[in-house]
């Protein structure tokens, strides 16, 4: 049996500099091969994608989830964070067979000197993730027309209808929604687009950056937040028949999910730890109403600029990023810092993976090739999941 704690790598601010905007311009000027192009990957799901895909009896290992990261500045000017995902587990890689209702929520008040003194150990209210949270197989209930998909569990309602509209609505955990989200980029297939499923088995899916509006009610509070120009992240997976064993492939340096918005383009990085200070990294950049993908660690590339010692976790983790890209059309050069958190345990056979989610806001420039420059402030968010602890265990 093994505990993983990682020592963090902190690279400095400077050292950052030097290796991220100037040089990796130039590498994509001068040394660089052009960035491949991803057209194949890019698209819109249909609505059967978005649907159940296997039936409900369906009883071979799966991983199935649909949900939305909601982030935004209220009416009010606080700074809003919610989570709701749907999803069912069934096989190896879970406790029990179970369907799970997610819902987080963070929401904080900070000035610009606050966020800008760190991170805050910030109340929050997150429930689902415990297996006492979990509802039966079969309370997951999926309907499905040819214009729309609705899903629903523990009294939340997710949908995405035709032309692309997605909705999020009901109440679960104590937090009532009512939201609308838009299109804002493709969506984009990192797992794998549908159309490569077979018999409806197989990996497939990913995720797409969505504009937000409505309101959300903490109704243990009775205080509704409102806004009319937020933002989303949908993420719409499967994975049928095998599910590979998460704890393997979240050790180490762990696993960053970083999501960022601006006024004039949005970004998505996801980060795996492969060893021997590698990440293996995909990117996903939205600008010019064109979206743009970069991947593998030639292209685009994650790093910590600094850490946080969080005490309910007792750990140093990241808290501050620089995330650079080369794109097809521009270069990305971009720092996420964030400044609260909820966290939870994600308990997988075999061991436990811990998450933390925060709300961080960014400074980010997208350098297009005719060197024209497009630099803005963002609201962000990044989910850091890392191996907490693995008994060993191998699959049979």
Known sequence: MSLIFPTPVITTSAAIGVASSAVLFQASSFCLPSPPSYTSLLGTPSVADEGAIVPENYTKDLFSDFGFVVRARTDDNEDLLLWMFLYRQLGQDTVIDDDISQTALLVTNF????????????????????????????????????????WSCGGRVLSRSSPPHWKASGTHAGIQVDLDFTQRSDFYYHIAPFSTLKNGEGDAGGIIHLRANGTV?????????????????????????????????????????????????????????TGND?????????????????????????????????????????RTWKVTAVTEKGVLDATVSAYGRYFYTWVRRGGTILVHCYIADTIATFTRDDGTVVSERQVAMVEYMRTLYNQGLTEA
Not at 117 to 123: C, E, I, K, L, Y
Not at 244 to 254: D, E, F, K, S
Not at 280 to 293: A, E, G, H, K, Y
């Open 111 to 150: 000035s610009t000197s606050e966020k800008a003194a760190g991170m805050h150990d910030t109340p929050y209210l997150n429930k689902g993730q415990n297996i006492d949270d979990y509802y039966s197989v079969g309370s997951l209930q999926n309907t499905e027309t040819p214009d729309q998909s609705t």
């Open 217 to 273: 009610t903490d109704t243990t509070k009775n205080k509704t937040y409102a806004f009319t120009d937020g933002h989303a992240v949908h993420e719409r997976i499967i994975m049928a028949g095998v599910v590979p064993a998460r704890l393997n492939y979240m050790g180490g340096r762990g696993s960053p999910w970083i999501n960022s918005w601006g006024p004039n383009f949005s970004f998505w990085t996801l980060d795996f730890d």
């Open 278 to 318: 590698t990440f293996s990294s995909q990117l996903m950049v939205s600008i010019d109403n064109t979206t743009l993908l970069a991947v593998g660690s030639l292209y685009a590339q994650t790093s910590v600029l600094d850490t946080w010692f969080d005490p309910k976790t007792n750990q140093i983790n990241p």
